[in-house]
């Protein structure tokens, strides 16, 4: 999928859609276009009712190098109003995503693993939310959700200084969930969203709700698990040590799903 000019490509296998940010004379840094056509993308892709869960990874070895700096001096365009949006679009898609990490993850690269339900790094990852270096205001949504996942000290530790970190702090910090050894990390992201694929959609839509902390749709969730016959399902096919066969069926709510 690697490519020349600066873009975005996606594939989906199996139900697992994999979309690769590739902008490779720069390190994967995303251009005002690739902000734009970034929640484009994804509203295709949740439209797509074989996709099951999303990767979000980098061309070769880095992850994103954050936004293309030269974009800065483009009048017509808001760099991070485009950032923002491509950012909500991807902690708002239906189903579990996943930022599988390697190389630098900064900037605006981290602003968009942030947004993805989990991250898993490869050994050697870097970290950094770098506006300081520019003389930016990082967006006040985006900061909150950094402090969601690593506490206020490590948030304000990235944003005073941008400075760099390592894995091992990521994980310590709660801004990673898994390390891999080096060679490891694509084989463990495929094992695992291969897991995601075959699991309960209704399961993980309602979690993924409750997780990010709406509070309107009880009811709605407990409506839909009753009649959804997915738990009759699952339980039948753990007594008969068989896969599951979940039906529940997310798409004609999606709407609803996403807040829209």
Same mark, same amino acid.
């Given at each position: 999928?690697?490519?020349? =000019?600066? @873009? ?26 690739? #902000? @734009? ?25 880095? !992850?994103?190098? @954050?936004?293309?700096? +030269? ?48 991250? !898993?790094?490869? =050994? ?27 506490? $206020? ?6 944003? !005073? ?12 910090? @709660?801004?990673?969930? *898994? ?20 699991? +309960? ?7 993924? =709700? ?10 709605? #969730? ?10 009759? *399902? ?5 007594? *008969?040590?068989?896969? $599951?066969?979940?039906? #529940?069926?997310? =798409? $004609? ?8």
């Amino acid at each position: 999928m690697e490519r020349t =000019e600066p @873009g975005l490509e996606h594939t989906v296998v199996d139900g697992v859609a994999t979309v690769v940010i590739s902008n490779p004379a720069k390190r994967n840094a995303m251009t005002a276009a690739m #902000w @734009g056509a970034l929640p484009v993308l994804l509203d295709r892709l949740a439209a797509d009712g074989a996709v099951r869960a999303l990767v979000l990874t980098g061309a070769g070895n880095t !992850f994103c190098a @954050g936004a293309d700096i +030269s974009s800065l001096r483009d009048p017509s365009t808001d760099p991070q109003a485009l950032a923002v949006a491509a950012e909500e679009a991807l902690a708002a898609f239906p189903r579990p995503t996943l930022a599988a990490v390697r190389g630098h993850c900064v900037g605006g690269g981290s602003q968009l693993a942030a947004a993805c339900d989990l991250r !898993f790094a490869e =050994e050697g990852a870097s970290f950094g939310v770098t506006p300081a270096r520019l003389g930016i205001v990082y967006p006040a949504s985006s900061t909150r959700r950094l402090v969601a996942l690593a506490g $206020p000290a490590t948030t304000k530790h990235l944003l !005073f200084s941008g400075e760099l970190i390592d894995t091992a702090r990521a994980l310590r910090t @709660g801004l990673v969930d *898994e390390v891999l050894p080096a060679g490891g990390l694509d084989a463990r992201v495929d094992a695992y969203v291969r897991t995601l694929a075959a699991r +309960s959609r209704l399961t993980q839509a309602a979690a993924k =709700e409750f997780a990010d902390g709406r509070r309107d749709r009880d009811a709605y #969730w407990a409506d839909q698990a009753r009649r959804s016959g997915d738990t009759a *399902e699952g339980v039948a096919a753990f007594l *008969e040590r068989r896969a $599951p066969r979940f039906g #529940w069926p997310e =798409e $004609p709510d999606r709407a609803a799903v996403t807040g829209a």
